[in-house]
């Protein structure tokens, strides 16, 4: 079975602190991986994914920035935050690529930006 | 605008009822998904439907599509105190190729 995990669970930082946000998936091999961002009570924001090592795209910008340097990692980081970060973000993967791919998150991580 | 969204920011229901959440989007889909988000949670799919479907079911819920609307609903029957969640519709509308979540309706399931 396939498992993903986030680290941290969650962080509190501080405005112009950098940033890094991990995410591991087991049991699946190239997987596609993507980054969400949500705000407290909000939607569900796409910022990045990746259909390969080494390959990512941005979505939005965010003054953030990910790296996938394993097949089954996937980094989210920035030099320095901004309040704006805080939020809750989401890795999540799919076998498939289109609008009918089912996607599989994880827990999450908490950042709040102080 | 959203290219999907559910139609009510929130619903309150007493256990044992049935609720219906609602979503429209914009521009032709590949199909529609359901997904529930539980509080401090990655959501979770509830139900796929591809645009040739016009229902599907996965044990007390169902899902309905309609095309020529361009709307979705989502139906639970006999809801729990556990149904208690955000619920989002997910499409892929403006052919992103990839699903794109819409607002979200806070159900809430009171004992």
């Known amino acids: 079975a396939q498992t993903i995990h986030q680290w941290p669970v969650a962080e509190i930082k501080a405005v112009g602190s950098p940033l890094s946000l991990g995410c591991t998936i087991k049991?699946?091999?190239?997987?596609?991986l993507y980054w969400y961002w949500q705000a407290t009570g909000g939607t569900l924001q796409q910022l990045f994914y990746?259909?390969?090592?080494?390959?990512v795209e941005s979505v939005v910008q965010l003054n953030l920035s990910a790296s996938r340097p394993k097949d089954d990692q996937f980094i989210l980081s920035t030099e320095k935050l901004l309040l704006s970060h805080s939020g809750f973000y989401l890795c999540?993967?799919?076998?498939?690529?289109?609008?009918?791919?089912?996607?599989?998150f994880g827990p999450g991580t908490r950042l709040t930006v102080l | 605008s959203q290219l999907a969204e559910e139609n009510l920011w929130a619903l309150s229901v007493h256990e044992g009822e049935s609720v219906t959440v609602n979503c429209s989007y914009k521009?032709?889909?590949?199909?529609l998904q359901w997904y529930r988000q539980k509080s401090g949670e990655g959501p979770a799919q509830l139900i796929l439907?591809?645009?040739?479907?016009r229902e599907k079911r996965n044990g007390r819920l169902r899902a309905t599509l309609d095309t020529s609307s361009q709307s979705s609903s989502l139906s639970i029957t006999a809801t729990r105190c556990e149904d208690t969640a955000v619920y989002f519709c997910?499409?892929?509308?403006?052919?992103?190729?990839?699903?794109?979540f819409g607002k979200g309706t806070s159900l809430v399931v009171h004992p």
């Open positions: 999540a993967w799919s076998s498939d690529w289109g609008g009918d791919a089912e996607q599989f």
């Open positions: 439907i591809r645009s040739n479907e």
């Open positions: 997910a499409t892929d509308a403006g052919g992103n190729y990839k699903p794109t």
């Open positions: 521009t032709s889909i590949t199909a």
């Open positions: 049991g699946k091999s190239s997987p596609n």
């Open positions: 990746s259909i390969t090592v080494g390959q």
